[in-house]
């Protein structure tokens, strides 16, 4: 079951089954023009994946208790517009790339809005689902990284509420790459 948002979309967590359209949507996500700023993972690697990978990835991103979980906006006229993926992070962890984690906190990743769909606000609902969930999870923050070259993005993330933290990052071997984080406290 799903929320109703704007225009007729539904936005809701995956289901287990759902994991070819979870596959579907990334291999879509990772054509996108700003791919290569967006995400850490390249068309190709993600297309070499094997089928199991899409469904324990989905199984664990549509299941309570697993510290994560990916929100998909369906399309009032049928398929997935967007979806994105909040990571439960423990204060006193390291996060995904190796950094110390202060407090227990959610963090937005895979974030994507078919070009289509984008403009009307439904990355607003999709955040906001993503957030609420966080919440429930009692994070005491929500965080993202956002690529210092992708004012789309950003302009998307401030309008949401997030913040800039002065934290600058880089995620690849080319210093140039610098990831912001923003957050959004609770």
Same mark, same amino acid.
């Given at each position: 079951? @799903?929320?109703? #948002?704007?225009? *007729?979309?539904?936005? /809701?967590?995956?289901? $287990?089954? &759902?994991? *070819? %359209? #979870?596959?579907?949507?990334?291999?879509?996500?990772?054509? %996108?023009?700003?791919?290569?700023?967006?995400?850490?993972? !390249? =068309?190709?690697?993600?297309?070499?994946?094997? %089928?199991?990978?899409?469904?324990?990835?989905?199984?664990?991103? +549509? !299941?309570? +208790?697993?510290?994560?979980?990916?929100?998909?906006? $369906?399309?009032?006229? *049928? +398929?997935?517009?967007?979806?994105? !993926?909040?990571?439960? $992070?423990? +204060? @006193?962890?390291?996060?995904?790339?190796?950094?110390?984690?202060?407090?227990?906190?959610?963090? #937005?990743?895979?974030?994507?809005?078919?070009? &289509?769909? /984008?403009?009307? @606000?439904?990355?607003?609902?999709?955040?906001?689902?993503?957030?609420?969930?966080?919440?429930?999870?009692?994070? $005491?923050?929500?965080?993202?990284?956002?690529?210092?070259?992708?004012? /789309?993005?950003?302009?998307? =993330?401030?309008?949401? *509420?997030?913040?800039?933290?002065?934290?600058?990052?880089?995620?690849?071997?080319?210093? %140039?790459?610098?990831?912001?984080?923003?957050?959004?406290? /609770?």
């Amino acid at each position: 079951m @799903g929320v109703v #948002v704007g225009q *007729g979309y539904v936005v /809701r967590a995956v289901r $287990e089954q &759902e994991w *070819g %359209d #979870v596959k579907r949507l990334r291999l879509d996500a990772l054509r %996108d023009p700003v791919a290569h700023l967006a995400f850490l993972e !390249t =068309y190709e690697d993600a297309a070499a994946k094997p %089928d199991s990978f899409w469904q324990e990835r989905t199984a664990a991103a +549509g !299941t309570e +208790g697993n510290g994560v979980r990916q929100f998909v906006a $369906e399309a009032p006229g *049928g +398929g997935w517009a967007g979806s994105v !993926t909040v990571l439960l $992070e423990e +204060g @006193g962890s390291e996060d995904w790339a190796g950094h110390a984690v202060e407090r227990r906190q959610g963090h #937005v990743v895979g974030v994507f809005v078919r070009a &289509e769909h /984008r403009g009307n @606000g439904l990355i607003q609902q999709l955040l906001d689902a993503g957030v609420a969930w966080a919440w429930e999870q009692e994070a $005491e923050r929500v965080r993202l990284f956002v690529h210092a070259d992708n004012p /789309r993005a950003q302009g998307a =993330y401030l309008r949401a *509420g997030f913040k800039p933290t002065g934290l600058v990052v880089s995620f690849s071997k080319n210093e %140039d790459e610098r990831e912001l984080e923003l957050v959004l406290d /609770r």
